[in-house]
């Protein structure tokens, strides 16, 4: 049987960036995916290919265990995981993000750590995903020690007078922070398949790319694709993680470690922890408190369409904007309400891929006449909201919604603002259960095993050498895209298991 120091089962912003931070470590390394490379191919980019047919998304189906419904998970497993079709959005928290907050819909519990212990390693996620930003218009934004590695990317006309006309309201749109390649000679042609997209140039800063590729290069790491952790094995006592069963290419194979590290993504994790049962742990790995697999969440969000049917709206790179004057809440509504940014550019492939009862020449003529939003609101941790493993063996999530009256106030805000703009006709739709990019919460870490499954450093309570580094260890949601926060806490957890101190913000006092 093969032994190595580290195990970690997963490749995307978590598995990834840790492989990434322990490269130079001297520590021997099997990094495990249970997909292959995502090919560069012309479907790339072909709207039909992404949303119609789903190329890329897996093959399986999980159940709405409210109703027992089949629905095929925003999951896309491949070296690099979600990032590799994320829309390359990486803002931070907020400060107060990682304190207790009251919500119109119940409280979003505090973090173990504060912003000030993520900040310096905000700071090194941004430089190793070549975040393009500029602080200083986001009224709700964080301090910061260190300038964006690289400027903000450049608004084109149409959202630039938009930008405008929405200063005039009172509003602060701000340059959203994007990892996409505008480097000196960087890869990115700014094309309008990039959010949602695989990207066939290679230049959207994904785990892939920025992570995996350079560890495998430069470090005593080895990956396995096409290789699906089964169960993690421990000790007779139940005190240790030592090996991890996998399926490979037909083969059942058993590979040693002295640590493993899950980064599945938030419900696989979970799944592969209660998949791990055993005499010691009856209930799953890490789950003395049954808390694995509880408090998922995965944001309410909302997709609005402001047409302006007298203007065409010939943007190609529409993702550069957003407006956080509502993520605190306004004079009229006390409670936070979240985060509204721009999408990508709406095709009408999209539109009729998402409804496709409606006739195509209708659908391109509001596409080429659209400004498209995600209008995000928190989703609070509910035990009742849950992933878990079915008699049938699939993967069970049970969902309902909650906040949702600030959600609701937060769409109405959106559309007020772009009808004020001049937009004469705002579509909206609420997702559901099937839009789970931004999943997180499954195994929360905190300081009181009797209240987490993880420790801060995101270390099981429960095995002395067991870690969870991906968006599972989310004791809320916040209102803000998940990943540079996963890779922050990633990087963090790298410099604990190599035995650094954790580093100090730079930021004045």
Known sequence: MAHYDFIIIGTGMGGGTLAYALRGSGARILLLERGDFLPQERQNWQVDAV?????????????????GSRFKPGVHYYVGGNTKVYGAALPRFRVEDFGAIEHEGGTSPAWPISYEDLEPYYNLAE?????????????????????????????????????????????????????????????????????????????????????????????????????????????????????????????????????????????????????????????????STGLIGRNFMMHNNTALTAVAPLKQNPTVFQKTTAVNDFYFGDADFKFPMGNIQALGKLQAGMLSAAKPYLPKPLLTAMANRSMDWWVMSEDLPDPENRVFLGADGAVHVQWRPNNRVAHQQLIRRAIRMMREAGYAFVFTETLGIETNSHQCGTARFGADPAQSALDPFCRAHDLENLYVMDSSFFPSSTAMNPALTICAQALRVADHLQGNAPRNSERPA
């Open 51 to 67: 949303f119609k047919e789903n190329r890329y998304k897996p093959t399986e189906n999980w159940i709405d265990a409210t109703d």
């Open 127 to 287: 430089e190793l995903f070549f975040v393009h930003g500029s602080a200083g218009d986001d009224p709700s934004e964080p301090p910061r020690a260190k300038p964006y590695p690289f400027p903000a990317v450049p608004h084109e006309p149409y959202v630039a007078a938009l930008i405008e006309k929405l200063r005039a309201q009172g509003l602060h749109p701000y340059s959203l922070p994007m990892a996409v390649d505008l480097r000196e000679g960087g890869r990115c042609i700014r094309c309008k398949t990039c959010d949602g997209f695989p990207c066939k140039a290679q230049a959207k800063g994904d785990a892939e790319i920025c992570c995996v590729r350079p560890a495998i290069e430069e470090g005593m790491i080895e990956l396995w694709t096409n290789a699906l952790a089964r169960r993690i094995l421990t000790s007779d006592n139940g005190a240790r993680a030592t090996a991890v069963e996998l399926e490979r290419r037909g083969e059942t194979l058993i590979v040693s470690a002295d640590r493993i590290i899950v980064s599945c993504g938030a419900v696989n994790s979970a799944i592969l922890l209660l998949r791990s049962r055993n005499r010691e742990h009856p209930k799953g790995l890490a789950n």
